[in-house]
Nanobody, 119 residues
Framework: QVQLVESGGGLVQAGGSLRLSCAAS????????MAWFRQAPGKEREFVGV????????RYADFVKGRFTISRDNAKNTVYLQMNSLKPEDTAVYYC????????????WGQGTQVTVSS
């Protein structure tokens, strides 16, 4: 059974930082691109960024470029989302997903972790 479990969310002031983790089990982690998405209240889920299977390629949504960084540790079956210079508009539930970059499709999803940024 595949499981993706996010952690590291919480409440932070604007300008602060958080690091989210997503621990995977039940799949061959290194064969999956891993992505982060987010969903704010009343809004549709949106793409945040993705990292390739080897970790050599990353892509980000324009609204997080320069502030967020995705990394992965295939030995630990874990992907990370380092979030710096957080803004109130970054408040959302953040989800990790496993799949492929091209074509962009995701087979597995975590349950999400709440990030709240206060102004």
């Amino acid at each position: 059974q595949v499981q993706l479990v996010e952690s590291g969310g919480g409440l932070v002031q604007a300008g602060g930082s958080l690091r989210l983790s997503c621990a995977a089990s039940g799949l061959t982690f290194s064969t999956y691109a891993m992505a982060w998405f987010r969903q704010a209240p009343g809004k549709e889920r949106e793409f945040v960024g993705v990292i390739s299977r080897s970790g050599t390629i990353t892509r980000y949504a324009d609204f997080v470029k320069g502030r967020f960084t995705i990394s992965r540790d295939n030995a630990k079956n874990t992907v990370y989302l380092q979030m710096n210079s957080l803004k109130p508009e970054d408040t959302a539930v953040y989800y990790c997903a496993g799949g492929s970059i091209a074509p962009m499709s995701y087979d597995y999803w975590g349950q999400g972790t709440q990030v709240t940024v206060s102004s």
